[in-house]
């Protein structure tokens, strides 16, 4: 009875240790969507070079998690709902891992924009996006940590917001390329991170999914709410002097 006592201990620190990973993992996420957008906003190359540098710290909990998990299959051969924790584990960190190379690739962007151009105060379109989707991280990883299947599912249901958003700041930075040629290349920066951000939002969706099966042993198979229209969306352009 000992035995069994300390062979269902060890495996419970074992999970533990895979769910504090999750959780270091995912304020490392948090800090860096919001200090890359950060860096954007004030041109601090400083800040995104921080953000960038952090990523290594990701990748190597990332592959901590996978190793330990796969050890974990192999020696303990879970079932059920142990096993779900450790499958859902794995996809959370990948997820995870996922965002904090888009963070990166929005702190990158910092380095490549240059001048001082009106198309600047665009930015706030950028950092508008960046704090829904950086709330719907925030509260993924709530529900990941307390199993909270409702407040997975309104992530989820909340993604075509995100969607939308996307598709309003396309369509407003694409005009404003059209009426003035000087503001092409740092709209076109622009548009790279807000599409960086709203996939965020994906990974955010991911996770809930993940959540759901990790709770009810079912995938959640119902069609994603989507209201991303950036790949069929056209702006006409008017020429004053017609």
Known sequence: MATNEHIVTSFDDE?????????????????????SVAALSRRDEALAQRVISSDKRMDQLQREIEDDAT???????????????????????????????????????????????????????????????????????????????????????????????????????????MEDPRNITFCTHLLFCAKNIERIGDHATNIAETIHYLVTGIPLTDERPKKDESSVTTVEYSDADD
């Open 71 to 177: 050890h974990m299959i192999a020696r303990r051969q879970p079932m059920a709902q142990d096993l779900r924790e450790i499958v859902a584990a794995i996809h959370i960190a990948n997820d995870l891992e996922r965002v904090g190379d888009l963070a990166k690739n929005t702190a990158k962007r910092v380095f490549a924009i240059e001048g001082n151009f009106a198309a600047q105060r665009l930015v706030g379109g950028v950092e508008h996006i960046s704090e829904m989707s950086l709330a719907q991280l925030k509260h993924i990883l709530d529900a990941y940590t307390s199993r909270d299947l409702d407040s997975a599912l309104a992530v989820w249901k909340r993604d075509d917001e995100i969607d939308a958003m996307y598709t309003s700041l396309f369509r407003e930075l694409l005009t404003y390329m």
């Open 15 to 35: 999970l533990n240790g895979l769910a504090q990973k999750i959780a270091e993992m995912g304020g490392i996420a948090e800090q860096q969507v919001g200090e």
